[in-house]
């Protein structure tokens, strides 16, 4: 790690120059030697970091619904070309191209974050030896290594020995009580984020390997978390954990106020979005009409949540128009429009066209043919023919032993 950490050295000045900065404003309120000054100026370098990629995060998730998207195309082509892998290659830069999809602007945020990441882990190292870095002089160096966050120094690890631990005025103990519960709550929020995006903010009509590979990093995510964190300072868990919870947070506004097609985070949208256009009359805000407008301009291909939404403010007296608006509509108004949406309902075969259409071109239908003679009989049955249709076997039956009760 210290390795990778001189890789990104050339940063390290700058982070370091953020968190004297912080630890300045900080250190006025709770003292520039306490816990609560380092672990804040960290705190506060973090949601710095990841104001600045909001751009970058906003265009990770809609990589990500592009992605989740062209999956059956991508299936369609692996399967077509499956012999041939440059061609392969080929058609898939194509189809990126036309619908304008980066398949690494889901890794954007994540990449971008890492040389502030291992620039921290580079800082807090020295500090733990006691040498001066970037904008932290010797005093603040040795100001920081006294800091406790709950008993442990930031600088202190899991894997730390007891004399490197009593160097730094700290027990074994605290130290790995403190970086066991922040790996844990690292590891669980980390698990949870990719649970809310994969149950509430995946369209489920699309069943495809790439929700498959989400779900497996769901739960491989979180273990490598905990494997790596009894390596991490507990100056890293802090901002660690600190940009987990961000995430956590940030994908939680965006799944209800915009959620994706065919998911249920949608579903529960346009349920409240009803709720409010009954409950005042008309569509209040303009992200809220820019929702309706994209549903109107849909027309019949709309999705279930998306027609669900439609009859049901049918049902309530309105009609959507194209602007994103709503009007109360008449009785006859709402009775066309219901019509509508039945009509776009896809209609239910019965079960003797569904059997029908299973019979392969040129082969006779026995089971319609079956059914008109069963129609045609006389009501004079025998009782083999009763017997066969009480589920016993036709034709002669086979004679019982002697010795067989009657």
Known sequence: MDTIGNLFSFIT?????????????????????????????????????????????????????????????????????????????????????ETGTNPLSSCLPILLQSPFFFALYHVLSKIA??????????????????????GAPIAAKFTDDPGTVGALNASLTDVRVVTAIMIVLMSASQFFTQRQLMQKNVDLTVKT??????????????????????????????????????????????INQ????????????????????????????????????????????????????????????????????VRRADPAEVEAEAAAVRRQQPKRQTKAKRQAATVQPGTAKPSLEKTGEAKSEQPGKTASARQAKSGQRKGQQRPKHPSSKK
Request: charge should be positive; hydrophobic fraction near 40%; proline fraction near 5%.
């Open 129 to 150: 030896s006691g040498d001066t870095i970037g904008s932290l002089n010797q005093q603040l160096v040795d100001s920081a290594r006294e800091a406790h966050i709950f």
């Open 13 to 97: 000045g700058p982070v370091s120059w953020i968190i004297v900065q912080f630890h300045k404003l900080y250190g006025a309120i709770f003292g520039p030697d306490t816990g609560w000054a380092w672990g804040l100026s960290i705190v506060s370098l973090v949601i710095l970091i990841r104001i600045c990629l909001i751009p970058l995060f906003v265009k990770q998730i809609k990589s990500m619904r592009n992605m989740q998207a062209l999956q059956p195309k991508m299936k369609a082509i692996q399967e077509r070309y499956k012999n041939d892998r440059q061609r392969q290659s080929e058609e898939m830069m194509k189809l990126y191209k």
């Open 209 to 254: 390997p790439y929700m498959q590979q989400q779900k497996m990093l769901m739960y491989i995510f979180p273990l490598i978390f905990a494997v790596m964190g009894v390596n991490f300072p507990v100056g890293v868990l802090v901002y660690w954990l600190t940009t987990n919870v961000w995430t956590m947070g940030q994908q939680m506004y965006v």
């Open 258 to 325: 915009n959620p994706t097609p065919g998911s249920k985070a949608q579903d529960h949208y346009l349920q409240r979005l009803l709720k409010s256009i009954s409950h005042h009359g008309e569509v209040r805000g303009r992200r809220k009409r820019n929702v309706i407008q994209a549903i109107v301009a849909k027309g019949p291909d709309r999705n279930d949540n998306e027609r669900r939404f439609i009859g049901s403010l049918t049902k309530a007296g309105f009609t959507a128009q194209a602007d994103g608006t």
